[in-house]
């Protein structure tokens, strides 16, 4: 059996490495989690240096963190191509607006542009995911606060 560990981390999201269970020194089953482990000893979760931070809170060493930030930029990219572009048009006009010298665009404005041009790109199906997911994320912040 493996379960996921549940374990917050400093970020608030849980662990959720696989459980493995081991007999402890006076011979109770205890659950035991691999990425937990390495946490606490201050070893990284991708190679064997030490990690770059608080050990007990830093996950990774300072290349593994870089490479796995990296790798986020690149799922967030080809998960939603349409909205990575949206942004990008968006950078480069405020860059124009910069380079002109004329006021720069309210981030209001900006934030309501790649709204709209997110949601011209998605299907009904999808939207109503995403709105799920919000609703979830939002409903979960109102439990950990109450
Ligand atoms: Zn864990
Ligand atoms: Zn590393």
Redesign the pocket.
């Known amino acids: 059996m493996s379960a996921?560990?549940?374990?917050k981390?400093s970020g608030g999201h849980?662990?959720?490495?696989a459980?493995t269970f081991v007999t402890d020194a006076i011979g109770r089953l205890v659950p035991s989690?691999?990425?937990?482990?390495r946490?606490v000893a201050g070893v990284c979760q991708d190679c064997p240096r030490r990690v770059d931070g608080t050990v007990g809170r830093a996950l990774r060493c300072a290349a593994c963190r870089r490479a796995k930030l990296r790798l986020d930029g690149l799922h967030w990219r080809t998960r939603d191509p349409e909205h990575a572009r949206a942004v990008r048009r968006e950078c480069h006009r405020a860059y124009r607006d910069r380079k002109r010298g004329g006021p720069p665009t309210p981030r209001e404005e900006r934030y309501r542009r790649l709204g709209h041009a997110r949601a011209a790109a998605l299907t009904p199906a999808r939207r109503r995911e995403i709105a799920l997911k919000a609703i979830t994320t939002r409903w979960a912040r109102v439990k950990a606060a109450a």
């Open positions: 996921a560990c549940a374990v981390l849980p662990c959720g490495g459980l989690c691999a990425r937990c482990v946490r």
